[in-house]
């Protein structure tokens, strides 16, 4: 079946670099794309989301990255501080007109090194 | 906060109890779910309510029961639990309707750990 995955299961990122989180998806068909942040003994907080009609989308600190070609999605973190340690998960949603769904990957931890 | 809470925050509890999870948001929403978050495993949506009607259910096994009395509250009626269902589950909630396909960003409330004996 269509699947969401993530390269990298842990990240370590000293404190002031940038950190980059890579997730591959297989349907071609996604149509959006979120990331989420959780932190431990907390719920996932939404970060960022995309379009499949855009190719990149800046937030506050943060960047995703859409590559369609090669189905491949990434996350960058400027500056990385000791509150960005947290599991990252990337969501897409296939497109299915009506009824559609987030599918998750399994979430990469980023751990910043003071 | 992300305006969705759930009580209780860890639930320990044997086979044949009888437990319920609830959920509450205050974003006024229109879709509710359930996920259950298993170690080294992708979230798992178990339900979806819309508009208080359930219009999604995983395949998720009859020892789960999912209740939506209004928009704002959602249970997780919980009965005859395995030690396999030992997990985080999660309550979420979304502005729009499901049907409409196009709701956007998910609000996770905390979770509620379950651990079954």
């Known amino acids: 079946g269509e699947s969401v995955g993530l390269h990298l299961p842990t990240l370590s990122v000293q404190e002031g670099d940038n950190s980059i989180i890579n997730c591959a998806y297989s349907n071609s068909a996604s149509d959006y794309f979120i990331w989420y942040k959780q932190e431990s003994g907390k719920g996932p907080q939404f970060i960022i989301d995309i379009r499949s009609n855009m190719d990149k989308r800046q937030g506050q600190r943060v960047t995703v990255l859409l590559n369609k070609t090669v189905k491949h999605l990434s996350l960058q973190i400027a500056a990385t501080q000791p509150g960005d340690s947290a599991v990252y998960f990337c969501?897409?949603?296939?497109?299915?007109?009506?009824?559609?769904?987030?599918?998750f990957g399994t979430g990469t931890r980023l751990q910043v090194t003071l | 906060e992300t305006g969705v809470t759930q009580t209780p925050r860890h639930l320990v509890m044997g086979m044949t109890n009888k437990k319920s999870l609830k959920c509450e948001q205050h974003l006024g929403h229109n879709a509710m779910y359930w996920y259950k978050q298993s170690a080294k495993k992708p979230l798992e949506l178990m339900f979806v309510?819309?508009?208080?009607?359930?219009?999604e259910n995983n395949s998720v096994p009859s020892r789960f029961s999912p209740e939506c009395p209004n928009s704002s509250h959602l249970f997780l009626h919980l009965h005859t639990l395995q030690p396999e269902d030992s997990a985080l589950y999660l309550c979420?909630?979304?502005?729009?309707?499901?049907?409409?396909?196009?709701?956007?960003?998910?609000?996770f409330g905390p979770g509620t750990r379950l651990t079954v004996l």
């Open positions: 309510y819309s508009l208080e009607e359930r219009v």
């Open positions: 979420a909630s979304s502005p729009k309707t499901w049907t409409t396909g196009s709701y956007n960003e998910q609000f």
């Open positions: 969501a897409e949603r296939p497109w299915a007109g009506t009824a559609s769904k987030l599918t």
